[in-house]
């Protein structure tokens, strides 16, 4: 079956862009986690969707950061203003609630260039 | 919040066995999942461990103990395709916003060697 996709792959971005990233989770996957992982680095959480409610986005790095899943499939991440620092691989993440393991199931990522 | 430790970078034999080591401090625990990630690939799902003890499944065992707040990843009879980075990370025990996220460490660069 199809897993979590990701697009784009790669994003370049001038300094000051604004840019928006795109999640398409497992179907029927109620549970939907944005990671950031720096180069040499692990994932680090920045956002976590039950359906379409945003319940958790203490990992959000600055207000530039923006998430939403109106419909509680499809998710965007905006990135306003981009900065140097944003550069970085921006993982999603889908899983069941309710499973026993609540397994995460990744996508390939965005590898985002700022420039 | 978490700090989790695990070794930098490994090299191990094709053929042999590996065991990569994970401690966490933790102010709450709720699982412990091992996940394996290629180069420019997502991190693909290993194990999860809740309870003391071994958990085996074909060549990879995670074992855990929560008092110690240690767990190991062994993989035996390694591949060549077994290089990869391998992410320890911890769930935190259930916080009411309905959050599962995972604190990962920032990983282990194995590579194996002919």
């Known amino acids: 079956g199809a897993g979590v996709s990701q697009s784009p792959r790669y994003k370049v971005a001038k300094r000051g862009q604004d840019v928006a990233l795109r999640c398409d989770p497992i179907?029927?996957?109620?549970?939907l986690f944005w990671y950031q992982q720096a180069l040499g680095q692990g994932p680090e959480f920045l956002t976590y969707?039950?359906?379409?409610?945003?319940?958790?986005k203490s990992g959000l790095p600055s207000d530039r950061f923006f998430a939403e899943r109106p419909e509680g499939s499809v998710s965007t991440l905006k990135i306003q203003r981009t900065q140097q620092e944003d550069s970085a691989v921006y993982l999603c993440?889908?899983?069941?609630?309710?499973?026993?393991?609540?397994?995460?199931?990744f996508g390939p990522g965005t590898r985002l260039t700022v420039t | 919040g978490q700090n989790i430790d695990q070794p930098t970078e490994m090299t191990a034999t094709e053929g042999a066995i590996v065991q990569i080591n994970c401690t966490y401090q933790?102010?709450?625990?709720?699982?412990l999942f091992w996940y394996q990630q290629h180069a420019g690939e997502a991190p693909t799902f290993l194990s999860y461990?809740?309870?003391?003890g071994l958990e085996e499944k074909g060549r990879f065992s995670s074992f855990l103990s929560r008092s110690k707040g240690y767990s190991y990843l062994l993989l035996k009879e390694l591949q060549m395709k077994d290089s990869a980075s391998y992410l320890c990370?911890?769930?935190?025990?259930?916080?009411?916003?309905?959050?599962?996220?995972?604190?990962f460490g920032k990983g282990t660069k194995l590579s194996v060697i002919p």
């Open positions: 993440a889908s899983s069941l609630v309710g499973g026993i393991s609540y397994e995460q199931y």
């Open positions: 179907s029927g996957h109620v549970s």
């Open positions: 969707f039950q359906n379409e409610a945003q319940l958790d």
């Open positions: 933790t102010s709450g625990f709720n699982g």
């Open positions: 461990n809740v309870l003391d």
């Open positions: 990370a911890v769930r935190d025990a259930y916080s009411g916003a309905g959050s599962y996220q995972l604190t």
